[in-house]
């Protein structure tokens, strides 16, 4: 076989490969695409890619074989050449691997995905029970729609306590003095409670602003 040949079989091989490889990028769902995205599918001594789609791979590749053809058309040093097949094949096989393994990569993405998941929610139920807001439920806490209702019940429970102490208080000003010190125990026992809800109330508009964020939803 001559060296047109050679370079004619190479293309013809490439040119399937190349609709293989747009029939395998036009099949990948958008989000398993991003569950790759930031994944390195190959050595980087072969092709510089990285993601679940492969196209940009046949640019490379086409660049070899023309780097090749013209290597053989110089009749330049025999050992090159015999490198320059040997990284084309090495091209080929790597991109065909690629195909047949975009599923099990995938597949590892989403395990890797789950796991960091079960960590996070592992960890903020653990910074949850040691805040000292416990009897708040944790299922409440992985639920930003949940967190606002239980903030809203905690607005609704401050207004409640602060009315409760501003008439304690004008009761005070009239109240029996054998009273007076009953009464002022009970102001004092109120506002720790109100203070106890401020800050269950900024606990959870901080959850909030965590569950919220653009980083937090991309886990999810």
């Known amino acids: ?45 072969l092709f510089i890619q990285q993601g679940a789609k492969l196209s940009p791979c046949i640019e490379q590749l086409k660049k070899s074989i023309n780097q090749l053809e013209k290597q053989l058309s110089l009749k330049l040093d025999a050992q090159l050449i015999t490198l320059s097949c040997e990284r084309v094949q090495d091209r080929f096989t790597a991109l065909k691997r690629a195909l047949n393994t975009t599923n099990i990569n995938i597949k590892s993405a989403e395990q890797q995905k789950n796991s960091k998941r079960a960590f ?28 606002y209702a239980e903030l809203n019940k905690h607005l609704n429970w401050a207004d409640k306590i602060t009315q409760k102490i501003a008439q304690m208080e004008l009761n005070l000003a009239s109240c029996h003095p054998n009273d007076k010190i009953a009464l002022q125990n009970e102001i004092l026992a109120t506002h720790k409670r109100l203070g106890k809800c401020r800050q269950a109330m900024s606990y959870i508009e901080e959850r909030i602003q965590l569950l919220e964020r653009p980083h937090y939803s991309d886990k999810r």
């Open 120 to 147: 996070f929610a592992k960890r903020q139920q653990s910074t949850h029970a040691s805040s000292g807001f416990g009897w708040i439920a944790g299922n409440v806490m992985q639920n930003s729609h949940e967190l």
């Open 1 to 45: 076989m001559n060296n047109t040949q050679v370079v004619a079989n190479l293309r013809a091989k490439l040119a399937q490969l190349e609709q293989e490889v747009l029939q395998h990028d036009a099949n990948i769902p958008v989000s398993q695409g991003k569950l790759l995205q930031d994944v390195e599918r190959f050595n980087n001594q």
